[in-house]
């Protein structure tokens, strides 16, 4: 199974990003973290290895994106402003900088956002 690390200084978040690429052709599968997750949890937790047949295949790719969530939402430090400013800077680093990784490695129109969504339990 094709799989590609990136890793790039992003002018608009002022820091390095990085993101796993699975596949080499199909249907593009933007994959976010779960809250305040890496780039690398769809592969640690198995759900690479649960679409391995449908990415070998070539029916689907993914391309597994890092979060700021620590550093937007879930910044307890910053204030609010400050949080959803954060947020939007991650908005436009995925337009401007990740989806045009994704339609120069697989020029298609399919795109399709998944992800895994956990909620922290407070003891």
């Not at 937790?45 to 994106?65: R, Y």
């Not at 430090?77 to 908005?91: F, G, L, M, S, V």
Request: charged share 25%; glycine share 4%.
């Amino acid at each position: 199974m094709n799989r590609e690390y990136l890793k790039w200084y992003s002018r608009r978040l002022q820091r390095d990003m990085e993101m796993l690429v699975f596949g080499h052709a199909g249907a593009r599968l933007l994959v976010f973290p779960t809250r305040a997750g890496r780039f690398y949890d769809y592969e640690d937790w198995g759900m690479v290895h649960a679409l391995s047949e449908h990415i070998e295949q070539g029916w689907v790719q993914l391309f597994c994106i890092d979060s700021v969530d620590a550093e937007s939402f879930y910044c307890e430090r910053c204030h609010p402003y400050n949080r959803i400013r954060r947020h939007q800077k991650y908005e436009d680093y995925i337009i401007h900088e990740v989806l045009p990784v994704m339609n120069e490695k697989t020029p298609t129109r399919s795109l399709l956002p998944t992800g895994a969504a956990w909620a922290r339990i407070m003891p």
